[in-house]
């Protein structure tokens, strides 16, 4: 991903709330034989673990196709995003752009036992259940817990220490103030690009910004 020193997300605690926000990733995998190979699952952060390093499972066979420990891999994390018109700056030339928050995390699995794989997806359901008026845990019965052990056997947990990462927070960073409040008040409306997810994210952006320089 290419940097451009206006939108570098650095911190590690950014990356981190990214994760946490927005589990749905992309896993990719470079083989040995030079093929590309790309699955999607969702990933949780490991909170016990110095650093970043995140929990996740795939269905068999990806463990095979991916190759998985064998080689490092790199995990796609995408934020909220969304395009910029440049209708939304003023009257000067201008031409739209795409404001994102995204990180490339990259680290050699790890792969799981099969009772670590059982914690690792009990977590996951349990992460998302926690949501729902009335949460269904993977083992909340018998009969779910008899279930859960069956279907676990067509999974393989992992874990994955992250060793290094490339992350970007484009949130119009190199615009006015009174340009930012513009998009931000596009983006809250009810027009065909209005996204409150991206106009929160850029106001927690432009907040913070404002916050590091007083």
Do not use: C
């Not at 451009?4 to 470079?30: C, Q, Y």
């Not at 874990?159 to 998009?183: G, L």
């Amino acid at each position: 991903m290419r940097q451009n020193p206006s939108f570098t997300l650095a911190s590690e605690d950014g990356v981190k709330r990214l994760v946490r926000e927005h589990p749905w990733m992309t896993i990719v995998s470079m083989t040995d034989a030079s093929v590309l190979v790309a699955s999607h699952y969702p990933v949780l952060l490991d909170e016990t673990a110095d650093g970043i390093a995140l929990l996740t499972h795939v269905g068999r066979p990806d463990e095979t196709v991916h190759e998985l420990g064998r080689h490092e891999v790199m995990v796609i994390a995408q934020g909220p995003h969304g395009y910029i018109s440049p209708g939304w700056y003023d009257a000067k030339p201008a031409v739209p752009t795409w404001n994102f928050v995204s990180a490339h995390m990259y680290g050699t699995p790890e792969l799981l036992s099969g009772s670590e794989n059982l914690r690792v997806l009990e977590a996951l359901v349990d992460h998302f259940e926690d949501e729902m008026p009335e949460p269904r845990r993977m083992r909340g019965t018998a009969a779910n817990a008899e279930y859960a052990d069956r279907i676990a056997a067509g999974t393989v947990g992992l874990r994955i220490p992250i060793t290094r990462f490339v992350a970007k927070n484009k949130m119009s960073q190199n615009k006015p103030a009174e340009t930012v409040e513009r998009i931000i008040g596009e983006l809250e409306g009810g027009g065909p690009y209005a996204s409150a997810a991206l106009a929160a994210e850029m106001r927690r952006t432009h907040d913070e910004m404002r916050a590091a320089t007083a």
